[in-house]
């Protein structure tokens, strides 16, 4: 991490992503995940450090979502499908370095935290000729108190609570970065589908 008055730290990580289910598309399906995490000045909010990678693995749990969503099952009232496509889904962090693996339920750190999203968020550009139609982009803000480890894994729930109900749809492993009380810190993912 920089020190305060020095200049923000940009690092850019690039990996090919693709749906891990064990199956080929035979239509050339692509799921892209794009994250970016910042860590800010509490009070200034000037921009200390930023991270951007790419990639993220939708898992089975996730997968699953999608279609019952597709089928319309659920509501946004309780723990279901359509908890992720609203404002009650979360990004979570943790601080396991276990490998990723499409069966995984859960985040897999001791430490681990998961935030709603932050105001406005998620948003989606709807039409059929915009470049922006098949992407979805998920924020969450995490304060002075919130998330203070090493960040090494993250991904998206369909609710923040821990319950029986909490659906993990991706989860990606890499050193992304590490928070402390000093500063802010906000967690960006944009979905991709193409």
């Avoid at 891990?20 to 509490?42: E, F, I, N, Y």
Wanted: hydrophobic share 40%; charged share 15%; proline share 2%.
């Amino acid at each position: 991490m920089s020190v305060f008055g020095e200049p923000a730290e940009r690092h850019e990580v690039r990996e090919h992503a693709a749906p891990s289910l064990g199956l080929r598309s035979q239509d050339g399906l692509h799921w892209w995940c794009k994250t970016v995490a910042q860590l800010r000045k509490p009070v200034t909010g000037e921009l200390i450090e930023e991270r951007t990678v790419e990639g993220n693995m939708l898992v089975l749990g996730g997968a699953s979502l999608m279609w019952e969503y597709a089928l319309g099952n659920g509501t946004t009232s309780t723990g279901s499908a359509k908890h992720y496509l609203n404002a009650k889904c979360a990004l979570g962090i943790g601080n396991s370095s276990a490998a990723a693996a499409n069966t995984q339920k859960a985040l897999q750190g001791g430490s681990k935290i998961f935030k709603i999203m932050s105001a406005g968020y998620p948003t989606h550009t709807t039409g059929s000729t915009v470049a922006a139609a098949g992407q979805y982009v998920l924020k969450s803000t995490f304060t002075t108190l919130q998330a203070n480890f090493t960040w090494f894994e993250w991904g998206v729930a369909s609710i923040a609570t821990t319950a029986a109900v909490q659906r993990l749809i991706t989860r990606k492993v890499q050193n992304l970065l590490t928070k402390t009380s000093a500063a802010t810190a906000s967690l960006t993912l944009t979905l991709t589908l193409s």
